[in-house]
């Protein structure tokens, strides 16, 4: 499977996920491929809409393009919606990383597995009806 | 130019109408071709989003099937969002109308560019900062 391919397999679950959880989530046409920003996924619940740039990955270290990140916070505030990062690591649960969290070099920003592990919340923290913000 | 590319085309060419009007907007993955509920497009100005199913097409009247509008209903619901047809006849701007406002035959649902006329509001209605809801 290529990366493509990966990537859309990794979102297709996740839109699952927040609809089993009682949210609606649809997965975004063109994204990556159009001059408008564009996240992976928005998902909604009634009172919060978030709007997810997806990875899945098997390595430990991961960096975001700086345009990708800004093209993120560009939407977010422009539509009205919190901006997550969502993580999948090969055998570990979808962690989901405020851009304010991410290891900003100036260049780009880095995520680790310990750094989702620190500042990242579940799946299940982030749609409970008493999550934090 | 087949249905499909034409309605991808009508689309788009919405999606550009919103950013330029300073709004945010998304079209939707695998729109008609999910198994969960998916608008064409997701607008959203910080303050409201907007769940539209588009349709452009040369005919005078159009007919949705029942399943269309009860899945763009649900959408909205779950989401929070509210929800419009956005049409398009040739020769003509668009029209975005409410639910409410189309012909319910029971089986399905009716549209004509007279409701349109009557019933629909054009973009710089929809978008503007005083408008009705």
Redesign the interface.
Known sequence: MNLKAKGSKAEREL??LF?EA??????????GSTT????DL?A????I?LALECKAFSGSNKYFEKNEIEQLET?S?????ESRIAIKFSRKPWYFVKIADLKNSGKNFGINLKLCEEKGQKFEELTSNDRKI
């Open positions: 839109l699952h609809w009682g949210w609606a989530c649809t997965r975004t046409a063109g994204s408008r920003p564009a996240p928005l909604g619940n009634g009172e809409v939407f505030n422009i539509f009205g919606a």
